[in-house]
Each structure stands twice: as structure tokens, then as C-alpha cells.
């Protein structure tokens, strides 16, 4: 068997004022998976994606091609294994302003591989005009900002793992089957460093096109195989 990409091990984490959002969470993550994690609202889905991108405090250990993310450094850990925000109009600035921070940072720079045309490139054949790039972001529309975010997150190129947080939940459907589409297509490329996706969805429709496993988060841990839809 290959050995996973990221391996979550008992992972728990609290709400700042106590009490735990969820417990015992176990699984790992390979090479060609898209791991759609479902659960009710308010379960901890967005928690644990801050989780695994080392965003957000938790206990257990979480571990990525068999290093800890202190052991990369938390940002270049943060490069290889990417979160994409489900709000991304809170972002301050521009997402050009946003791209040229990322791509500027240091953790990239190493990895010497960064294209930001990419990135404009991906964005533009998903409708966005390059105008866009130079508003501010409070200022796109849910899915124009969503757009932007998604490219930036793969566009540029260094992410094994992206996690994403319900990444087309502003779009028509259309307009996310083009969205999924290069998502799947970008996984399968031999260019490509994007190799796995933990993505959260509230849609059973896009679970079913995307998915090739399937976790269902509860305040004990995840059961692997359970659709929402096949639970009472
Ligand atoms: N910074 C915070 N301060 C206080 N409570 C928080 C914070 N972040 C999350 N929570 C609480 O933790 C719980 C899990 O939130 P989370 O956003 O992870 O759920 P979710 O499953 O992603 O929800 P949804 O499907 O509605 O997006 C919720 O009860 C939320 O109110």
C-alpha cells in the first residue's frame, strides 16, 4: 500500500470556552483520494480543515508524508497542505494584492516553482475577468470571490493537499461542474503537485460527482463510507 500523505491521528479539538467541538478524529489521506467530509452544520467540518492546516489549535497529531507541520515550519507545512476559507470576501485587500503576498513569501520562494499567470489563467476560464483581481475583496460577489480564492489556492502550483471549504457553495450549478472539473482534471496531471482534496460539501449532487471517499465528522470521530444521504 502507498503510504498516505497525511495522517490524522486522533485528533480533538475544543471551543475557546470549553467543551469539545470533536473528539478522536483518525484518518489518512492518499495519493488520488478526494475525501469529501460531510456532517451537520455546526459539527466542526471548517474546525477540522483549520485543523489539518495547523490554523486552529488541537490535541492528537496530524502528520504530512511522515513529518509533523513543525517540522516543514508551519508555513511552508501551510504551502503543501493549503486551506481555502469558505468566506474569502473577509480578506483584506485585493486578490492580487493577496496573490503577490503568497507568492512573495519565502516558503514559496524555496520551492521555486511559483506561476502567478497560472492562477489568472485558471480564474479566467472559470469567468473572471482579470479586472477583478484589483478589487477589493469585500467588493466581489460570493462566487466571484470564491473563484479568486480557489485559483490562488492551486494556482500557484504548491499544494500536495488542498483542503477545501465548501469551495462552490456560491456558485450556479454550471458554473461549479467547470469549477470541478479542473479541480479533478489538475489531480490527475503529472504537472500538477495537487495530489489529494479533503473537500467539504453540503450538496449530495457534488459529492457523488467528486468524491472517491466519503467522511462523516460527528463529536466522536469520523466514520469512513457513511454518505449523509444513506444515514437515517
Ligand atoms: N472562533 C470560535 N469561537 C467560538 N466558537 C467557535 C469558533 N469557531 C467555531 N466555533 C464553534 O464550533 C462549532 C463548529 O463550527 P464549524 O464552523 O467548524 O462547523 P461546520 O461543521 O463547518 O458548520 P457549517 O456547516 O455551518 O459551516 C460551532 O458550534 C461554532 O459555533
Known sequence: MTKALLEVQNVSCSRPEGGPI???????????????LQARSGAGKTTLLKCLAHLNLY????????RFPKQYGVPTY????????????LLPSTPRDF???????????KQGKIDVQHAIDVASSWGIDEDLWDRAWNT??????????????????TAEILLLDEPTSALDA????????????EIKSPESSLKAIVWITHSEEQASRVGTRFLHLSSKGVEEGIRACDRA
Open 22 to 36: 470533536f473528539s478522536n478524529v483518525s484518518f489518512e489521506v492518499g495519493e488520488g483520494d478526494v475525501v469529501v
Open 59 to 66: 490535541q492528537g497529531s496530524v502528520k504530512y508524508r511522515d
Open 78 to 89: 501551510r504551502t503543501h497542505v493549503q486551506y481555502v476559507p469558505q468566506r474569502p470576501s
Open 99 to 109: 496573490l503577490e503576498t503568497l507568492s512573495g513569501y519565502h516558503a514559496r520562494r
Open 140 to 157: 466581489l460577489s460570493g462566487g466571484e470571490a470564491q473563484r479568486l480564492a480557489l485559483a490562488i489556492g492551486f494556482g500557484l502550483n
Open 174 to 185: 454550471d458554473s461549479s461542474i467547470v469549477v470541478e472539473n479542473t479541480l479533478l482534471q
